[in-house]
């Protein structure tokens, strides 16, 4: 039994620490409606691009707010530049909705979609 | 963040210089030193470096942890391929005399040469028979017989086998293991410490027993008078 553990707990660990490491592209898909990244991105670009600015600016919250989930998921296989990258686009893209901007908005929205493809990869 | 990514680290590296071997850093070869260090680098870095993923890190880390187990497989396969990668003992004094071609193709000074000599105790190489310079970069010396220390043999003193001792007691708790395999028991055990006016077992501290039969014991409560302090600066440290 000892010798079992003695094998079995280092490659465990080594799993975990494996899974852990590459469990970004699996933690990063939405578990619900409320961390659905790419699809918030989208929606936003279809606001802006009608200039629905109402619309792009709740849709702005709500894709904060599930950024703000999902960070927390993907913080440990993901590099922390992207993921302040992507945090930074988003507070750009509410200036820009604030802004009424819509170049400076698709813009910013392309770059975070760009981080968004990337993260966990 | 940075917590979960040392906790990694270190169990990976924990692990993985635990199937590397168990050399002592005494026993290192260059090679085995720099491989140390390369894969701590590693384990730091991915521990640290949040510009970038652990995973990369990681793969680095298994990486040169892979070659190097395969190294010392092959190394303890082929004895030709052993030599060339961990090079081999090289004489530096031979009869007395110092090889000055053997040190220029090593790059090693005679004033190294003299130091690591000093670190065996050798003062005066006239003394010196055969001296090897090993792989892991320590000396070996073998000193002319007039000068090597004389043994119970040369003096043909008989001695009794001292062996290696084993522990009995440990920390108050009794190894019972160890004392079935000398073939005691608990009541030996408490019957030879009585004799040390020890009536409990929690009063020991350490009891070791030789194959010569002689006990070690010490107690907790040491009852010395007199403490000898060798440091030479007030405290606290």
Redesign the interface.
């Known amino acids: 039994m000892r010798k079992f553990l003695l094998i079995a707990v ?1 490659i465990l ?2 799993v975990l ?2 899974m ?3 469990s ?1 592209n699996i933690l990063k898909q939405p578990f619900g409606t409320e961390d659905n990244i790419s699809q918030s991105i989208e929606t936003i670009v279809q606001d802006i691009k009608h200039e629905d600015w109402e619309a792009a600016d709740q849709n702005a919250d709500h894709l904060n707010r599930a950024w703000d989930k999902v960070v927390r998921r993907i ?7 992207t993921i302040n990258d992507l945090s930074i686009n988003i507070a750009r893209v509410r200036g820009a909705i604030q802004a009424k901007d819509k170049a400076i908005g698709l813009a910013e929205l392309s770059e975070a979609n760009e981080h968004w493809e990337n993260i ?1 990869n | ?1 940075v917590l ?2 040392a906790l ?1 680290g270190f ?2 590296l924990l ?1 993985f210089t ?1 199937i590397l071997g168990k050399e002592q850093i005494s026993q290192l070869n260059l090679f085995d030193y720099i491989l140390g260090i390369t894969i701590g680098n590693m384990a730091a870095s991915m521990t640290t470096d ?6 990369p890190h ?1 793969i680095g880390l298994i990486s040169w942890c892979l070659l190097g187990y395969l190294l010392n497989v092959i190394s303890s396969k082929w004895r030709y391929v052993s030599k060339v990668l961990e090079g081999e003992p090289v004489i530096v004094i031979m009869n007395g005399k110092i090889m000055e071609n053997v040190l220029r193709k090593m790059k090693f000074r005679v004033a190294e040469i003299l130091e690591l000599l000093r670190n065996k105790n050798v003062f005066d190489v006239t003394q010196v028979d055969f001296a090897i310079i090993e792989p892991n970069g320590q000396i070996s010396v073998l000193l002319k017989p007039e000068f090597q220390p004389a043994t119970p043999q040369d003096m043909k003193i008989p001695v009794s086998r001292s062996g290696i001792s084993t522990e009995l007691v440990y920390d108050g708790l009794i190894i019972d293991e160890n004392l079935r395999q000398l073939g005691k028991d608990k009541h030996w055990l408490m019957k030879e410490l009585k004799k040390h006016g020890i009536r409990n077992i929690s009063e020991v501290f350490l009891v070791t027993l030789n194959p010569a039969g002689s006990l070690y014991v010490d107690k907790y409560k040491d009852h010395l008078k007199k403490m000898t302090d060798i440091g030479d600066y007030k405290g606290p440290f």
């Open positions: 280092p660990a080594l620490c494996i852990v490491m590459l970004g913080q440990f296989s993901a590099e922390r530049n966990g | 963040m979960v990514r990694m169990v990976s692990i635990r949040l510009s970038s993923r652990a995973w990681f």
